[in-house]
């Protein structure tokens, strides 16, 4: 105890001075943190969620004398404004909690604009590529969805192939993938898969894909033919949800959407429903991450900061997680539940996302899909 | 004008008005302006953005990345802006020189829909002419057996109309004020003289607010080039993108270099027209209207005419203005927002908490942050419309004293600009300019000061503009008297130009407070403080699903936006006397 808390004192004396130390805060306890983030005083958090209100009020309860500052902002937005503050040398925020992560590994990771910090306390509860490059806080859906009312036997959808035929022509709708990232991601997903693309074709039809000339693969010719399908665009998922899941709806279209908007139905009149046994896949799992700016003001209160954001040992989270625990999202620290009316997400037939490997196809495939517009 | 070559002006005369002002515009102007638009231009030198110069203009992706996004947003520029004119026009004319019954309710009518957000108008269009293409509820027309056909629903046509009806109300602000200084002794000047009504339409009055109707158009042309909400949702569904959405979509899929790329090529389009544009004005003998005496303003008797116009104006008004804001004012009442009008419910603006709907938060009323937000809000809106206006004014200033002029032309041009820049780009601009300190002056980075000046310089041009085109009709006599009696530069703005040019100066000040008040995207990025302004509070609440109480918020932004107008009407009426008759 009393050698705990010597290197307490000891770790809050040297911490004062600079960041120069902020590896050796890496390997520090919530406990042994606490008190230099109390002499650090304050967390700035630039948030995808608005539900950054409620963390603010959790963490100051639990820790009172670190006061949360939690600015809530677009993941573009947050990218925007930590490159141009870092050019300006302006070190303002300590912590991002932020999607979009194939652009944060190439803006940010790659730049060295972040620090990637991954807390001890429940380093040994994840999987490895849950830890590098970027610390994954939870997983979000775009998968396929269809009208659990209009379809009562099951969805209509069991091979991504149909899609692209006749019956499913101007039925199948996404929101733009030139204008969001993570519709974007799927596409970029659907093209670096390959070689199962080309095995459910083979599955549906009964013969090898035939690729044309200037497409690089099975992806890039399912993401050509459903383009060419009238594949619908639309601005919003808010109007792919009404469009997908009004409950009157006669021979309603489906499409690639958020498992979790699924709440959402009893309050909004949807039938939305996941189209989970699909080959190769339904859609895909990204991440929304957790990471530390490069020479954060307040290193320790950072740390502290992701640590709580990953809960406690329950089977909610607590009050660290809870307010991001919605069923259709998915906790990746195994001691959290997932929600008793969702697909498990060993279940989930979506393939997560590789950041480096997104990263890298994303441009070649943004720029497909513009030719097909 | 040749005011300023009249006299040969002492040395210390030249240093205070003729050269001082102009030279410190200009600083001003490089600072503000040339400066964040010189980082985004070499930010596409580097490799990746001649990439990006490449992919836009000269590959396989040009087509569809630039030329076709170009046509569409130049025929909606067009059209929006003969649209505005059109309809800005009628109701100016009709609101300011004519004996229509309900000249007030018109005139407020035609100022509403700029304070309402496009989408309003978009998604009222939707409730209506909404087909079967998307899926889900059809709008009203084909629930009762009319089918709406694809071209209608969807692309061109309804975005140009929905944007014509959310701006015409820019230019209807803009023109009106200039005719309200049409003088009476002009008209009945013409009267006596013999001519015809017509005639004096179109020979005294139209010429007299040229000015007016090019700043009009200008405006509206960028306005319509530059809006995302109408053709994102009503043009995506037929894949029709403007050079808005594409530009968006760059930036929000991390292709900033490309989006930049398309920011300046849309900048240099623009600015080709306006140049056009403003040829066309210099090329002109200017009117000088306001003289300072017989500013009374002369009405035209419509005869049998007043009801059917004032008929027509109303269906306007009801289209535009009442038919949105009650799609707003249902969307914040209803609990399903695919069902507008049932089971309507005061609960997202002054329900308690802890209850079923709404996941249990409590109506906007009772969110301690709102009265926080309302009043960050005003003041952020009321410091920029201020800082806009006496900048924009003496930019108009210097631009009408010297018009034709090299310098004269450049500032007019360079004034204009911001407002084709995205939101975005400026605010990261800005933020790499001036977060460090700049020799001895301090570094700027999270403070207000920042945003206001940020702010100023991104809504300039309505400052510009306005003021551009009322003093262009104020007479060089009254200030060559002033000048005369030895009155300063200051002295003689403040005295006899300001008072004179209320009008347009208070026109272009709502107009600067209503974008400052409903935009998102510059204070996101430069406010650092916590206290949040109304439309970041809305967007918490967007992001989150709740779009009533979104909705509720814009409802709050939009009674915030015609206080102001009010405001500044009384305060128009009281330092202009003269005009009430």
């Given amino acids: 105890m009393l050698k705990r808390l010597s290197m307490t004192v000891l770790a809050a004396c040297l911490a004062l001075p600079a960041g120069a130390l902020a590896e050796d805060l890496d390997g520090l306890t919530p406990e042994q943190l606490l008190p230099i983030a109390k002499k650090e005083g304050s967390v700035t ?71 990637n910090y991954v807390p001890p306390r429940i380093a040994g509860e994840l999987e490895d590529r849950y830890k590098t490059p970027l610390l994954t806080q939870r997983l979000s859906t775009k998968v ?32 733009d993938p030139s204008q969001r990232g993570e519709l974007l991601d799927l596409l970029t997903e659907i093209s670096l898969h390959s070689d199962e693309m080309a095995a459910a074709y083979k599955a549906l039809y009964g013969k090898d894909i035939v690729v044309e000339d200037g497409l690089e693969g099975a992806g890039d010719q399912f993401i050509k033919a459903l383009f060419e399908n009238d594949l619908i665009l639309l601005p919003n998922s808010d109007v792919l949800n009404k469009s997908i899941g009004d409950v009157d ?18 309050k909004e009149g949807w039938a939305l429903q996941v189209a989970n046994d699909v080959a190769p896949a339904n859609g895909i799992l990204f991440p929304a991450v957790l990471t530390i700016a490069d020479k954060a003001p307040h290193p320790a209160a950072a740390r502290l900061l992701i640590d709580f954001m990953f809960g406690d040992d329950s089977p909610t989270g607590g009050p660290g997680f809870e307010p991001f625990n919605v069923p259709g999202d998915y906790a990746v620290r195994k001691s959290i539940a997932d929600a008793a009316d969702s697909v498990k997400l060993a279940d989930l037939k979506a393939w997560t996302i590789d950041l480096a490997k997104t990263a890298a196809a994303r441009g070649r495939v943004a720029d497909l899909i513009i030719t097909l517009q | 004008m ?61 087509a569809n990345l630039w030329w076709w996004p170009l046509l569409d947003t130049m025929v909606l520029g067009f059209a929006v802006a003969g649209g505005c004119l059109l309809i800005g026009g009628f109701l100016a004319w009709l609101v300011v020189l004519t004996d229509v019954p309900g000249r007030r309710i018109l005139g407020l009518m035609g100022s509403l829909p700029y304070m309402i957000p496009s989408f309003a108008a978009a998604l009222a269009w939707g409730t209506l002419f909404r087909n079967s293409r998307l899926g889900g509820s059809a709008g009203f027309f084909e629930t009762n057996g009319l089918a709406i056909p694809d071209w209608l629903a969807w692309g061109l046509v309804p975005t140009a109309i929905v944007l014509v009806a959310h701006y015409y109300s820019l230019a209807y602000t803009i023109i009106a004020a200039a005719l309200g200084s049409v003088g009476a002794d002009l ?97 002109r003998r200017a009117f000088i209207t306001v003289t300072g005496k017989g500013g009374r303003t002369k009405r035209f008797p419509l005869g049998a005419w007043r009801w059917p116009l004032f008929a027509l104006a109303v269906l306007i008004g009801l289209l535009t203005t009442v038919l949105p804001v009650l799609v707003l004012a249902a969307s914040s009442l209803a609990p399903q927002s695919g069902a507008l009008f049932s089971n309507w419910t005061l609960h997202f603006w002054i329900g308690e908490g802890g209850g079923e709907i709404a996941q249990g938060q409590a109506g906007i009323f009772r969110n301690p942050v709102l009265i926080d937000a309302l009043w960050t809000t005003i003041r952020l809106g009321l410091v920029v419309a201020f800082t806009t206006m006496v900048l924009g ?32 780009a400026f605010a990261a601009a800005y933020i790499a ?69 209320i009008r347009g100066l208070f026109a272009g000040a709502i107009l600067v407070f209503v974008k400052m008040v409903r935009d998102l995207s510059l204070v996101v990025l ?45 305060l128009q009426n009281r330092v202009q006397k003269w005009k009430e008759s």
Avoid at chain 1, 251 to 262: A, E, I, K, L
Wanted: charged residues 15%; glycine residues 6%.
């Fill in chain 1, 249 to 266: 709806a006669k021979n309603p279209p489906v499409g690639f959407g958020t498992y979790s908007d699924r709440r959402d139905n009893e």
């Fill in chain 2, 526 to 570: 430069l406010f650092t403080a916590t206290s949040p302004v109304l439309s970041m509070v809305a967007y918490r609440y967007a992001v989150e699903g709740f779009m009533q109480f979104a909705n509720a918020i814009t409802l709050v932004i939009l009674v915030v936006c015609l206080a102001a107008s009010f405001l500044a009407h009384s």
């Fill in chain 2, 393 to 424: 004014l003496a930019l108009a200033y210097t631009i009408v004293q010297r018009k034709g002029t090299l310098l004269a032309t450049v500032l007019s041009q360079l004034a204009f600009l911001p407002l084709l820049v995205p939101s975005i």
């Fill in chain 1, 144 to 175: 396929l969805m269809y009208n659990e009312k209009a379809f009562p036997d099951g969805a209509p959808i069991t091979n991504l192939w149909q899609l692209t035929e006749p019956e499913w022509q101007g039925r199948v709708l996404m929101v």
């Fill in chain 2, 187 to 283: 008209v009945e000047a013409g009267q006596m003289a013999g001519a015809k009504r017509p005639r004096i339409f179109f020979g005294i009055v139209l010429p007299v607010v040229t000015p007016a109707l090019v700043a009009a158009a200008s405006l509206t042309f960028a306005g319509a080039v530059a809006n995302f909400a109408a053709p994102a949702l009503l043009g995506l569904p037929v894949r029709m993108q403007t050079l808005s959405t594409r530009l968006f979509g760059m930036i929000e899929t991390g292709q900033n270099e490309r989006g930049f790329v398309l920011a300046l090529l849309l900048i240099v389009v623009s600015a080709l027209f306006l140049f056009l544009s403003d040829r066309l004005v210099s090329g």
């Fill in chain 2, 2 to 62: 040749t005011s300023t070559s009249l006299l040969a002006p002492s040395g210390s005369r030249l240093l205070r008005s003729g050269f001082l002002l102009p030279a410190a515009l200009v600083v001003i102007v490089a600072v503000l302006v040339v400066a964040p638009l010189a980082r985004i231009l070499l930010t596409t030198l580097t490799p990746e953005g001649m990439a990006a110069w490449k992919a836009v203009l000269a590959s396989r992706l040009s």
């Fill in chain 1, 45 to 115: 958090v630039f948030s995808l969620s608005s539900r950054i209100a409620k963390i603010e009020k959790a963490f100051e309860g639990a820790y009172p004398g670190v006061d949360l500052i939690g600015l809530d902002m677009s993941s573009t937005k947050q990218i925007a404004r930590v490159e141009a503050e870092q050019q300006a040398g302006v070190h303002a925020v300590d912590v991002l909690y932020i999607a979009d992560t194939p652009v944060v590994f190439s803006k940010l990771v790659k730049e060295n604009r972040v620090v």
């Fill in chain 2, 433 to 501: 300019l001036y977060g460090a300190p700049i020799g001895p002056l301090p570094s700027l980075y999270g403070t207000f000061a920042l945003l206001v000046i940020a702010a100023s310089a991104h809504n300039l041009p309505f400052a510009v503009q306005s003021g551009r085109s009322v003093l262009g009709q104020i007479s060089a006599d009254i200030e060559e008297s002033a000048r005369l009696t030895g009155a300063s530069l200051v002295r003689r703005l403040f005295a006899i130009v300001f008072p004179l040019a």
